[in-house]
């Protein structure tokens, strides 16, 4: 873990047989280096087996490659609900996402199972990855506005972005 005066440190976090350097800062400069050292195809601001989370609630500043990145055409953000994600995006911090794909339906459609169309990310997950997701409640109703995250909360977020990212992969190859 980093010293408590700087706003960025890298840390891994494991999910089954996956280690995921994940980058947590409150630094535009860091995101844009962050975007720089990873070339895209589809995220959830996770790239194979490398997480961001950027805290914009205290960021300095929003860079303008972030701005750029998420308003592309070239690659496309996934998740649970991410049409909904990128319109609060766009509202509290004036963010375009261009390219959005809700895993739901598509899981739905890609393995014949219309349930997963309403489903919840953990059981899509489990239907496209075969991995249990864990959700403990004590985390995901936990002050997600702190300053400092827990490494609890660092591990979910971080966790939640890599499945987000490797459950849209498999999916939009197949």
């Known amino acids: 873990m ?10 891994e976090v494991a999910f089954g047989d996956a280690v995921i350097t ?18 895209v ?16 609630l205290y960021a300095d500043y929003v860079p303008g490659s972030l701005r750029r990145f998420l308003a ?6 996934v998740g649970v609900g991410v049409d909904k994600d990128a319109e609060r995006l766009s ?11 809700d895993l739901r339906p598509l899981a739905a459609q890609r393995l014949g199972r219309p349930e997963l169309s309403q489903a919840g990310l ?7 990855m075969g991995a249990d997701l864990v959700k403990p ?17 660092i591990r979910y977020a971080c966790i939640d972005a890599y499945v987000s990212f490797e459950v849209g992969r498999r999916l939009l190859r197949a």
């Open 2 to 11: 980093a010293a408590a005066d700087t706003d960025t440190y890298v840390t």
């Open 22 to 39: 994940t980058t947590v800062t409150s630094s535009g400069a860091a995101v844009e280096g962050w975007l720089r050292e990873n070339p």
């Open 41 to 56: 195809g589809l995220l959830q601001l996770c790239v194979d087996r490398r997480c961001l989370i950027f805290q914009l």
């Open 72 to 77: 592309g055409a070239a690659d496309c953000f």
């Open 91 to 101: 509202d509290d911090h004036g963010l375009t996402v261009a390219n959005t794909a």
């Open 122 to 128: 953990q059981a899509v997950v489990r239907a496209v």
């Open 137 to 153: 409640q004590r985390v995901t109703m936990s002050r997600w506005d702190a300053s400092c995250l827990s490494n609890e909360q």
